[in-house]
């Protein structure tokens, strides 16, 4: 079991920013397990999306409907992901789900939900305009 805890949504005005977290609880086993982790959104009445993603190699993808304005990037001496988002619109609105999976080198990380198989419970992000 690999929990994922996500924090930093709120309500905010078209034009904002916010960044997203997303801390990774370890178990022992895992310690030294590299991971595909990527941060997905769900409006109401939507299938979940992609929007960014990042190995623990340093690569990273980003959905282009966000390219430009939100940047993924970790920190593994923290064991925290992070989504910063700027520049927020409308259609930003949503949950935001923070997931994970073991990585081995020669795989590709991306934005795929079905390539994920740990998730956090989400955080919401709504923007007005």
């Known amino acids: 079991q690999v929990p994922l805890v996500e924090s930093g949504g709120g309500s905010v005005q078209a034009g904002d920013s916010l960044k997203l977290s997303c801390r990774m609880t370890q178990d022992t086993d895992t310690t030294n397990r590299m991971y595909c982790m990527g941060w997905f959104r769900q409006a109401p009445g939507r299938q979940r999306e992609g929007v960014a993603v990042?190995?623990?190699?340093?690569?990273?993808t980003v959905a282009d409907f966000v390219k430009g304005r939100f940047t993924i990037y970790k920190d593994n001496a923290k064991d925290s992901l992070y989504l910063e988002m700027n520049s927020l619109e409308p259609g930003d609105t949503a949950m935001y789900y923070c997931?994970?999976?073991?990585?081995?080198?020669?795989?590709?990380?991306?934005?795929?939900?079905?390539?994920?198989?740990?998730w956090g419970q989400g955080t919401q992000v709504t923007v007005s305009s």
């Open positions: 997931a994970a999976d073991p990585f081995y080198l020669g795989n590709r990380c991306a934005p795929t939900e079905g390539n994920f198989g740990y």
């Open positions: 990042i190995d623990d190699t340093g690569y990273s």
